[in-house]
């Protein structure tokens, strides 16, 4: 069946450090998401992708970035975390021109 | 910028009718959209209005007047295992399904 995995599940890091979290999807979609997740702030969206070489910044994206180089991966990286950017991490995808998003099981990510 | 409102606290009992309501900006908005989320768990989508009127699918409607904004999604029966967050999410990508997510309802049901 295909799914969308993210991977780490959680993950604790120190501030200053590189963090790369991974989303990979088996269903051929065009379009990839990443959100984060606070307590007050509902799902803010960082970076999303329309298509391979297509990257694009959302409401959040300081000190994020993304990169698509096939269709099935949207890897997230933190390029120096700060523990501004503890939170819980979804990744989505959707088919282009389909209504529904399809969200993987999240990631936790401490900045200590 | 983009923004949507809603409740951030709904209390109701088992059986009863429920209406969470939401409210977003005009400005590039193609269709709303809802999304449940169990408790530590992904959203899940439940429904989506690009035209005004009611989308019924099973227990949950949900509904759109683009003259005033506004929508809301209606859950009927309610059950404990209805007990979440509910999210309306706007979208502003058209085809590209660019999605301004609302700050969550929490939906406590109770027996």
């Known amino acids: 069946d295909a799914e969308i995995t993210q991977s780490p599940r959680h993950k604790i890091t120190e501030t200053g450090r590189q963090v790369t979290l991974a989303c990979h999807q088996t269903?051929?979609?065009?379009?990839m998401f990443w959100y984060r997740q606070d307590l007050g702030h509902g799902l803010r969206l960082i970076h999303y992708s329309y298509g391979v070489q297509d990257t694009n910044k959302g409401e959040v994206s300081d000190g994020y970035s993304v990169s698509r180089s096939n269709t099935e991966d949207l890897p997230l990286t933190l390029e120096s975390a700060a523990s501004s950017q503890t939170s819980v991490y979804f990744c989505?995808?959707?088919?282009?021109?389909?209504?529904?998003?399809?969200f993987g099981p999240g990631t936790r990510l401490t900045v200590l | 910028g983009q923004s949507l409102e809603q409740p951030s606290e709904v209390t109701a009992v088992e059986g009863a009718i429920v209406q969470i309501n939401c409210t977003y900006q005009t400005s590039g908005f193609y269709g709303l959209s809802w999304y449940q989320q169990h408790d530590g768990g992904a959203p899940t989508f439940l429904s989506y209005n690009g035209l005004d009127g009611l989308e019924e699918t099973g227990r949950f409607s949900s509904f759109l007047s683009r003259s005033d904004s506004y929508g809301y999604l209606l859950l009927q029966e309610l059950q404990m295992k209805d007990s979440a967050s509910y999210f309306c999410a706007a979208n502003y990508g058209g085809a590209t399904n660019k999605l301004i997510f609302g700050t969550g309802t929490l939906l406590a049901v109770q027996p």
């Open positions: 269903w051929n979609h065009n379009n």
């Open positions: 989505a995808s959707s088919e282009a021109g389909r209504d529904e998003q399809f």
